[in-house]
Structure formats: C-alpha cells, structure tokens
C-alpha cells in the first residue's frame, strides 16, 4: 500500500508572542518524525504568551 504524506509538515519553528506581533527567535526547531498522519507533540520551555505561531519550513518529500 502507497502511503501518501503530502501536505504533512517535516521541519518546522515555534515562535510566541504576547502581541501577536513580535515574535523573535523559535523557541523550537525540529523535524517531525515518524513521518506520517499521526499525532506529534512538541515540547519547550513554558513561557506566558497569546499567540503561537508554527512555521512549517518543508513537507514531507523534500518539498517546500
């Protein structure tokens, strides 16, 4: 069976804000991993926010 994983986030960085609009640097970088439709969970240090922002910098597949 093909599994088809496109549109799945493989690297990505969190950022937080308490404005909505300055962020600064990610509070984290990583890749999600296994690969695949299941549920991820990403840990970082806890800090007071309003917004959370994920940025997926590539798919699964090596695409953009």
């Not at 599994?3 to 890749?31: A, C």
């Not at 991820?40 to 997926?56: D, G, I, R, W, Y």
Request: aromatic residues 14%; positive net charge; charged residues 25%.
């Amino acid at each position: 069976a093909v599994t088809n994983n496109g549109g799945t986030i493989e690297s990505y960085e969190i950022y937080l804000s308490t404005d909505g609009k300055e962020f600064g640097q990610p509070v984290k970088k990583g890749e999600f991993f296994p690969y695949g439709k299941y549920r991820k969970t990403v840990l970082f240090e806890a800090k007071q926010c309003a917004f959370v922002k994920l940025v997926a910098l590539s798919e699964i597949g090596g695409k953009g």
